[in-house]
C-alpha cells in the first residue's frame, strides 16, 4: 500500500483551514482552579471550561493524525536495519501479524505500529484491579492506548486521581482527572477517552508537585522471567517515566510498572543485554487469565538520556524542548544530543477493514 504524499499534504491544509475557521468563531475562556485530594495530590494550573468545542478537538487531532501518517514511511523487513533497535521490530511484527493473523486484534485495527488492542483486555483490566498494589494507590498514571481504557476507567471509578498524557506528548505534557472533577451529568466512560481528557481533564505543567503511586503501561510483548517489554516502538512510556522521575514526581527505585497484554504477547527472547538504558521493565504482568509477578525485574532507569534522544524526536515533542531549555538555562550548560535516527511509522487505520471482518468481530463479541 503506498502513501500518497499529495492527497495526505491537501486533507492536511483542508482541514487546518477548518479549524482555523471554527476557532475564529468561538470563544475559549480558561479558568484556575485547585485539585486536592486529602492534601495528598496538589496540582494549581488552568484547565478547560465549559466553552470547550468537541468537533474543533477532533479536527485538530484529526489534521495532526493526517500530518502524521504524511510523514509515515512503509519499511519493510530489511529495513529494520536503519532503525536503533531492529531485533525489537522483528518480535513486534510477529506479535501483531499474530494477533490479526488469529483473529485476537479488535479495534483499532490493523494493530500493527499500536500498543495492540486484544480480546479479553477489559478482562484483564479487572483482574489488574484486584492486585492489592493497585487498591493501595492514590494516583495512577495510565497509558492512553485503547487497551488501557478500561483501567482508565476503573482509577476514576475507584475515586483515584488518573494521570495520563496526551497522545504522543504532541499537544501538551500530562492531564489529571477524578470523581471530584468531573462535572456532575457526565459519564465517566466519557472521560476515559482523548477528547474526554482535554475536555474535562486538569492539564498538568512540568513544575506541578505530585506524587505517582503505581505507573500503568501498555506493551506489544513482555518477558515474564525480567519484565523487559516492547512497546510500539515511538519510546513514549520511556520518556514520561525519564522526566516524572526526574521531576520527582515518581521514584524510579520503588514505583511499579504493571502492564496488561494478552497471554500470546508474553515470550522468552526478548534478550536483557540487548535493552538500551533507558528501557523501563514492569514488575506485575496481567493477561486475561493470569497475574505475573516478575522475579529478576531488570532494573528501571531514572532521569532522561539526553544523549540517546535524537533531534527528530526532540522536534516532535514541545514539553521536551522546554525542559530542556529550562535545564540548559538553570545550570548554564548545554545538554547532550542524541545521533539522527530514523522514526519508526506511525499507525494508520485501515478504512477497509470491518467489510465483513468488522462483522465478525462482533458477532464474536455479542457471543462472550
Same mark, same amino acid.
Given at each position: ?7 495526505? =499534504? ?14 475564529? &468563531? ?5 479558568? &484556575? ?86 480480546? *479479553? ?29 478500561? =483501567? ?22 500530562? &492531564? ?19 477528547? *474526554? /481528557? ?31 517489554? /516492547? ?49 523501563? &521493565? ?59 535516527? =530514523? ?10 477493514? *470491518? ?14
Amino acid at each position: 500500500m503506498q502513501i500518497h504524499l499529495k492527497t495526505y =499534504v491537501g486533507t492536511y491544509y483542508i482541514l487546518s483551514l477548518v479549524l482555523i475557521l471554527i476557532r475564529q &468563531s468561538k470563544c475559549f475562556t480558561t479558568q &484556575s482552579y485547585d485539585v486536592r485530594r486529602k492534601g495528598y495530590f496538589t496540582i494549581k494550573t488552568k484547565a478547560m471550561g465549559e466553552s470547550f468545542d468537541e468537533k474543533s478537538y477532533e479536527i485538530d487531532r484529526l489534521a495532526k493524525d493526517a500530518l502524521a501518517m504524511e510523514e509515515m514511511k512503509e519499511i519493510s523487513d530489511i529495513e529494520f536495519s536503519s532503525l536503533r533497535t531492529p531485533w525489537k521490530w522483528v518480535i513486534r511484527k510477529r506479535i501483531w501479524d499474530y494477533l490479526e493473523k488469529n483473529n485476537i486484534a479488535r479495534p483499532p485495527r490493523p494493530v500493527h505500529h499500536r500498543i495492540p488492542n486484544f480480546d *479479553g483486555a477489559d478482562k484483564a483490566a479487572q483482574r489488574l484491579t484486584t492486585l492489592p498494589e493497585f487498591q493501595e494507590a492514590f494516583c495512577v498514571k495510565v497509558n492512553p492506548d485503547t487497551p488501557q481504557k478500561t =483501567v482508565r476507567m476503573a482509577v476514576l471509578e475507584s475515586g483515584k486521581t488518573l494521570l495520563t498524557p496526551q497522545p504522543r506528548l504532541r499537544t501538551g505534557f500530562f &492531564s489529571t482527572l477524578s470523581k471530584d472533577t468531573i462535572p456532575r451529568g457526565v459519564p465517566i466512560k466519557d472521560c476515559c477517552v482523548s477528547a *474526554g /481528557v482535554k475536555k474535562f481533564g486538569t492539564p498538568v505543567s512540568l513544575n506541578d508537585e505530585y506524587k505517582v503511586d503505581l505507573v500503568v503501561v501498555g506493551s506489544t510483548a513482555v518477558c515474564p522471567k525480567t519484565g523487559a517489554r /516492547v512497546g510500539k516502538g515511538e519510546g513514549f512510556a520511556e520518556l514520561e517515566w525519564g522526566i516524572l522521575s526526574l521531576q520527582g514526581n515518581l521514584d524510579a527505585e520503588t514505583t511499579l510498572v504493571v502492564t496488561s497484554v494478552h497471554d500470546s504477547q508474553i515470550v522468552d527472547d526478548i534478550p536483557s543485554n540487548a535493552l538500551t538504558k533507558h528501557d523501563v &521493565s514492569v514488575d506485575i504482568i496481567v493477561t486475561p487469565t493470569k497475574v505475573i509477578h516478575v522475579p529478576n525485574r531488570v532494573k528501571k532507569p531514572s532521569g532522561v538520556f539526553w544523549d540517546l534522544l535524537s533531534p527528530q524526536k526532540l522536534s516532535k515533542i514541545r514539553v521536551l524542548r522546554q525542559l530542556k531549555q529550562e535545564i540548559e538555562e538553570n545550570t548554564g550548560v548545554t545538554l547532550p544530543s542524541g545521533p539522527d535516527e =530514523v522514526l519508526p511509522p506511525t499507525a494508520k487505520r485501515d478504512k477497509n477493514f *470491518g467489510k465483513g471482518n468488522r462483522k465478525k468481530v462482533q458477532k464474536q463479541e455479542n457471543n462472550v
